[in-house]
């Protein structure tokens, strides 16, 4: 694991600074995560503007207001397919893809199937807060039931989506979840996942504590992370629990790693003998 | 491209493809849809054979936004879809014009609405100016022939590169489909355009500064240069700038002022016997065909008839046509659909001249006979036509 550096070097390599206090609610996780990206991205090692990001619409679609990589965006839930696009046609880039989880499994959920699939070298980081922050609180595909939101003032109806099993189902061939508490662990997990050769997923579960946390009385963020901590299980743990003590519980660790044909490299692969066969032809 | 696989016998949607490859297109986001699909699978062989990409991609939705990740790395980018499809990609077309991505879309029109019928049909081209939400002004090119959708293709490229937007080329069925001789140019004859780059100070750099001509010079990613598009309100920082009145309505109108400021270059209409006419057709796409047909057997009756063709469809030809209108007594426009440009004919008309819609939605083509009974129903009395 690398040594933590300074926040003011982070701040100052990766940040637009002067933009700054940003737009986000206090306590908000968005901050955890992009200090973690950015921590993750300076220990690979690689150039900075060998990052690219491509982001959805919602709370955490704005970060590029404030995280200085060339950036992406377009339209709710397009953000994997961009960066399938961006990937291929540029294979020489680091592409990032962030979501939110209304983002990621509501409205591209497909495209986020489809990129894990392929098992494309893009590393998609989804912030979990369960809930649609930016409209106020409604419900999302990772609402937990029973949880009240803006749009489920009875209590959520619906089961969730686990997002780690849908792209591991999916085909994706890194597949870990973490916290906003755990950030160390977290930027060793985004670091791992960046050098990842294939689709690689890190789910992070977040807290919004203005508004979803409000809606069911739970406190301020400090209250918030430290009910997340309890409910947290590292997967060493979970392995000797049973489904029934796993229940409501926030299993993380790396999930899944194999090492499986790249599709970029696989097309360049086709390029290749087509280039071949088009010259003797 | 050697000389003696320079004339070949294509069909209007491999042409698109050759045109688009011609004009430095290098990816290709495709999803299969009658009847667009050839485009497509042309572009899944021979892009490779030119170091580019092909994909296909989980539904319209998604290929276009894969299409504009392969534009912001820098690649000439497109699609091709038919009318269902270019429903759910006008979502993408809205982003694109305010994130001022180059990018082309090919919407080979069928008949609808709903799944409608696979056959050809000129119903989305009120559709492709009003259809992205915004209302914006679009560019919007029209062929009316396999050579001419090759040329249009790499003139939908060039100027999506030079306005940094995305251009439609509304085909059909019938274009689409049809199969005609076609004799490549030269490469030294294909004119191609490239998106302007920036020269100045990475560290200075703005990425949607509109400069003096209103278009951004928007660097490709991986570069000494910050990049950040932005589909929502932004200063020229590609920071959103919230709920600010001023920055609203500068980016509507800047957006909008990157057409009208080239309406004359982007301009495209062909006249046929129209000095001395009396009577006169307006049409675009393959009823323009038919209607040139018509005209010279109206003239062979007496009937001093002449054609007006647009290529552009969007901006709407309003200066010729409203001189046409000066001109003529009556406008016949024939389209396979229920009367959309018409609509555009009697504003610039402005009463000047009588219009008379002609409109065909049996899924079949327009014929000249048909076009010539409404010349003839039309003509002046004093022009008493010859027996047939």
């Known amino acids: 694991m690398a040594k933590i550096k300074p926040l003011k070097i982070i701040r100052e390599r990766y940040f637009k600074f002067e933009r700054f206090p940003t737009t986000y609610c206090p306590g908000c996780g968005i901050g955890n995560v992009i200090q973690a990206l950015s921590r993750a991205v300076d220990d690979t090692g690689r150039p900075r503007e060998s990052f690219s990001m491509s982001v959805g619409i919602g709370c955490y679609g704005n970060i590029g207001n404030f995280l200085d990589f060339d950036e992406l965006r377009l339209a709710h839930g397009r953000a994997p397919a961009m960066a399938t696009g961006l990937k291929l046609a540029r294979p020489d880039l680091n592409v990032l893809c962030m979501m939110g989880d209304g983002d990621a499994t509501a409205i591209g959920g497909n495209h986020l199937i489809h990129a894990a699939r392929r098992n494309i070298d893009i590393t998609a980081i989804i912030m979990n807060n369960h809930t649609y922050g930016m409209t106020g609180g409604q419900y999302s595909p990772t609402t937990r039931l029973g949880d009240y939101s803006s749009t489920a003032p009875y209590g959520m109806v619906e089961p969730s989506f686990d997002i780690c099993k849908l792209v591991e189902g999916a085909g994706g061939t890194f597949v870990a979840r973490t916290t906003t508490f755990r950030m160390v662990q977290t930027i060793d997990i985004i670091r791992r996942a960046i050098e990842h050769p294939g689709f690689a997923l890190v789910e992070i579960e977040s807290q919004c504590p203005v508004i979803y946390g409000r809606m069911n009385r739970w406190g301020n963020a400090v209250a918030m992370l430290k009910k997340q901590n309890e409910l947290t299980v590292t997967l060493e743990r979970a392995r000797t629990m049973s489904s029934e003590e796993l229940k409501g519980k926030i299993v993380v660790g790396v999930l899944a790693e194999r090492i499986e044909p790249e599709f970029t490299a696989e097309y360049y692969k086709v390029i290749d003998r087509a280039q071949r066969s088009a010259d003797g032809a | ?388």
């Open chain 2, 1 to 388: 491209m050697p000389p003696e696989k320079r004339a070949r016998l294509l069909m209007g949607n491999e042409a698109c493809a050759e045109g688009a490859i011609a004009a430095g297109v290098r990816f290709f986001g495709g999803y299969p849809i009658t009847p667009a699909t050839e485009t497509a699978e042309t572009m899944a062989k021979r892009l490779p054979q030119v170091g580019g990409v092909y994909i296909q991609m989980e539904d319209e939705l998604g290929s276009l936004a894969a299409v504009v990740g392969a534009s912001a790395g820098g690649i000439k980018a497109m699609t091709a879809t038919s009318s269902p499809g270019f429903s759910l990609m006008l979502e993408a077309i809205s982003s694109a014009i305010i994130g001022e991505y180059p990018l082309v879309v090919v919407n080979v029109m069928r008949l609808g609405p709903g799944i409608g019928n696979i056959v050809a049909s000129q119903m989305d081209v009120m559709q492709s100016r009003w259809g992205a939400h915004g209302g914006l002004p679009m560019i919007a090119f029209c062929p009316a022939s396999v050579r001419e959708t090759f040329d249009l293709t790499i003139r939908a490229v060039n100027w999506s590169e030079r306005l940094r937007m995305p251009i439609m080329l509304m085909t059909d069925g019938v274009v689409g489909h049809m199969r005609e001789k076609i004799v490549f140019p030269q490469p030294d004859e294909i004119e191609v355009w490239n998106r302007p780059l920036p020269t100045g100070d990475p560290a200075e750099y703005q990425c949607f500064d509109p400069g003096e001509d209103n278009i951004p010079k928007i660097a490709p990613f991986g570069g000494q240069y910050r990049v950040h598009y932005n589909t929502a309100v932004h200063d020229h920082r590609g920071v959103t700038t919230m709920a600010d009145p001023k920055w609203c309505d500068y980016a509507v109108r800047r957006l909008s002022a990157k057409v009208t400021a080239h309406i004359e270059e982007l301009t495209d209409v062909h006249t046929v016997l129209m000095d001395d006419a009396e009577i006169a057709v307006f049409a675009y796409g393959p009823v323009a065909r038919a209607a040139e047909a018509s005209v010279r057997q109206a003239r062979e009756m007496g009937i001093k008839a002449g054609l007006m063709r647009t290529v552009t469809l969007w901006p709407f030809p309003e200066k010729e046509v409203r001189a046409m209108a000066k001109q003529v007594e009556v406008i016949v426009v024939p389209e396979m659909n229920l009367g959309q440009m018409v609509l555009e004919v009697e504003r610039c008309a402005g009463g000047e001249a009588k219009i008379e819609s002609v409109t065909r939605v049996d899924s079949m083509l327009i014929t000249p006979k048909q076009v010539l009974d409404s010349i003839v129903a039309v003509a002046p009395r004093r022009q008493v036509p010859w027996p047939r």
